[in-house]
T-cell receptor, first 111, second 113 residues
Framework: AQSVTQLGSHVSVSEGALVLLRCNYS??????LFWYVQYPNQGLQLLLK??????LVKGINGFEAEFKKSETSFHLTKPSAHMSDAAEYFC?????????FGKGITLSVRP | DVKVTQSSRYLVKRTGEKVFLECVQD?????MFWYRQDPGLGLRLIYF???????EKGDIPEGYSVSREKKERFSLILESASTNQTSMYLC????????????FGDGTRLSIL
C-alpha cells in the first residue's frame, strides 16, 4: 500500500520568509501526488498536483512543488510567506482513485 | 466551480441515535468519498463509491454505512452513534481516473454526547 510521510506537525516562519513543507511518499508504481490546504473551519482545497511531465509543478497562491523520484519526495515551497498562508497543509498520493493523506502540517506565519 | 455541499456544518447527537450525514455534488462526478478528520491522524477514508448503488469500504468502515441512490448524493450513516465517532466528517467527489483530484465540502463537525 502507498503511504505519505509529513515530518513534524507544525512549522513556523516569519512573514516574507521561505516556506518549505516536506512530503515523502512510498509507492510501487509511478505516483500521482497532490497538495491540499485547509483553512480553519473549511474543507480541503487543491493547491497543486503532479501527474506526469514537468517535475516542477506550480499551483495557486504562489506555491510550487518539485517531484523527485530518486528521493521519493514532493516538497512544497513558497518563496515569501504571507500571513494568509497560515493553514494546515496535506500531502496525498493517489492509489486506484483513492487518496492516501499524510497527517498534515500546520503552518504559522509570524508578523 | 465544483460545489460539494454537506447538509450541516455542526451537528450534536446523543449516544445510540441513528445519524445521517448528507453530501451533494453538482459536477456529475462518478466518485464520491467520506472521510473523518481527527487531530494528529489526518484524513482517514471511511467509505467510497464509484457509481450509483455501488460502495466500497475504506480504511475505517466499522460503525458506518453509506447510501448512494443518485449520482449526485452520497449519505453517511452512523447506525448507533458512539462518543468515539465525535469528529469532523468531510465529503469529497471526483471524476474517475487516477489523476483526478478530489473536491471537498466544508465538513460537518459532529459531536456525540
Amino acid at each position: 500500500a502507498q503511504s505519505v510521510t509529513q515530518l513534524g506537525s507544525h512549522v513556523s516562519v516569519s512573514e516574507g520568509a521561505l516556506v518549505l513543507l516536506r512530503c515523502n511518499y512510498s509507492s510501487s508504481v509511478p505516483p500521482y501526488l497532490f497538495w491540499y490546504v485547509q483553512y480553519p473551519n473549511q474543507g480541503l482545497q487543491l493547491l497543486l498536483k503532479y501527474t506526469t511531465g514537468a517535475t516542477l509543478v506550480k499551483g495557486i497562491n504562489g506555491f510550487e512543488a518539485e517531484f523527485k523520484k530518486s528521493e521519493t519526495s514532493f516538497h512544497l515551497t513558497k518563496p515569501s510567506a504571507h500571513m494568509s498562508d497560515a493553514a494546515e497543509y496535506f500531502c496525498a498520493v493517489s492509489e486506484r482513485g483513492k487518496l492516501t493523506f499524510g497527517k498534515g502540517i500546520t503552518l504559522s506565519v509570524r508578523p | 466551480d465544483v460545489k460539494v455541499t454537506q447538509s450541516s456544518r455542526y451537528l450534536v447527537k446523543r449516544t445510540g441515535e441513528k445519524v445521517f450525514l448528507e453530501c451533494v455534488q453538482d459536477m456529475d462526478h462518478e466518485n464520491m468519498f467520506w472521510y473523518r478528520q481527527d487531530p494528529g491522524l489526518g484524513l482517514r477514508l471511511i467509505y467510497f463509491s464509484y457509481d450509483v448503488k455501488m460502495k466500497e469500504k475504506g480504511d475505517i468502515p466499522e460503525g458506518y454505512s453509506v447510501s448512494r441512490e443518485k449520482k449526485e448524493r452520497f449519505s453517511l450513516i452512523l447506525e448507533s452513534a458512539s462518543t468515539n465517532q465525535t469528529s469532523m466528517y468531510l465529503c469529497a467527489s471526483s471524476f474517475s481516473g487516477l489523476r483526478q483530484p478530489q473536491h471537498f465540502g466544508d465538513g460537518t463537525r459532529l459531536s456525540i454526547l
